[in-house]
């Protein structure tokens, strides 16, 4: 009886022992590297593509860990260095890139803004003579993202006042193209203004 005992804990214990064998054998390892997932690009080494060498600049692509450039475009690093090839670049706004002769290029919350008004003041400046109060008038010139005539609005000789107005929305359109990237709302605390002669000069007073 005894040996029997002994004889089927035995056989239960090989039992545990081979299940236990099994399950190892059958459970899933620790997980490796995912062989599927996509490998990422290096961000530092991502390219700047354009158009022909252009500066029509496009998206670059990453696939499984490189860069490339989309077709119709091309690497800046392989466009040609030579004086009469354009590089790649950022398209500069016009904005940042108006002059005008005589003006400093100088910025003022907006690119160029100073310029600009430096502009503008010199053509009015050619229209401002005067002898009394009636010979001046204040010019109607849409700033848009300049803010420039209104406050103070532009006061010229009423002879004057066609060729600036002409003149003035030429310099605000090349300024401020069709999107401009920055606009000045040219506001102030003055309601209202009027025109005054002032040693010969036509000015904007506060009444």
Same mark, same amino acid.
């Given at each position: 009886m005894r040996k029997l005992t002994v004889l089927l804990l035995w056989a239960v214990w090989l %039992?545990?022992?081979s299940g236990g064998a099994d399950s190892r054998e059958g459970a899933p390892q620790d997980a490796g590297p995912d062989d599927t997932t996509a490998a990422e690009c290096v961000a530092s080494e991502m390219p700047t593509c354009c158009r022909e060498c252009s500066d029509i600049l496009m998206q670059p692509v990453c696939t499984d860990g490189s860069w490339s450039c989309p077709a119709g475009s091309t690497d800046e690093r392989q466009c040609p260095s030579s004086p009469d090839q354009l590089a790649?670049? !950022?398209p500069i706004h016009p904005q940042a890139r108006y002059t005008y002769p005589g003006c400093a290029n100088e910025d003022y919350h907006c690119p160029r803004l100073k310029t600009v008004y430096c502009a503008l003041d010199s053509l009015r400046s050619e229209h401002t003579?005067? =002898?009394q109060d009636d010979d001046c008038v204040a010019a109607t010139v849409n700033g848009r993202c +300049? %803010?420039?005539g209104t406050c103070p609005p532009a006061m010229v000789n009423a002879a004057g006042r066609a060729d600036f107005e002409t003149r003035a929305s030429a310099e605000?359109?090349?300024y401020? +193209? =069709?999107s401009p990237i920055c606009t000045s709302? %040219?506001?102030c605390a003055? !309601?209202?203004f009027v025109p005054r002669c002032r040693q010969g000069q036509c000015v904007a007073e506060v009444p």
């Amino acid at each position: 009886m005894r040996k029997l005992t002994v004889l089927l804990l035995w056989a239960v214990w090989l %039992g545990c022992s081979s299940g236990g064998a099994d399950s190892r054998e059958g459970a899933p390892q620790d997980a490796g590297p995912d062989d599927t997932t996509a490998a990422e690009c290096v961000a530092s080494e991502m390219p700047t593509c354009c158009r022909e060498c252009s500066d029509i600049l496009m998206q670059p692509v990453c696939t499984d860990g490189s860069w490339s450039c989309p077709a119709g475009s091309t690497d800046e690093r392989q466009c040609p260095s030579s004086p009469d090839q354009l590089a790649c670049s !950022p398209p500069i706004h016009p904005q940042a890139r108006y002059t005008y002769p005589g003006c400093a290029n100088e910025d003022y919350h907006c690119p160029r803004l100073k310029t600009v008004y430096c502009a503008l003041d010199s053509l009015r400046s050619e229209h401002t003579a005067c =002898e009394q109060d009636d010979d001046c008038v204040a010019a109607t010139v849409n700033g848009r993202c +300049t %803010g420039y005539g209104t406050c103070p609005p532009a006061m010229v000789n009423a002879a004057g006042r066609a060729d600036f107005e002409t003149r003035a929305s030429a310099e605000v359109s090349r300024y401020c +193209t =069709e999107s401009p990237i920055c606009t000045s709302s %040219g506001s102030c605390a003055f !309601p209202s203004f009027v025109p005054r002669c002032r040693q010969g000069q036509c000015v904007a007073e506060v009444p």
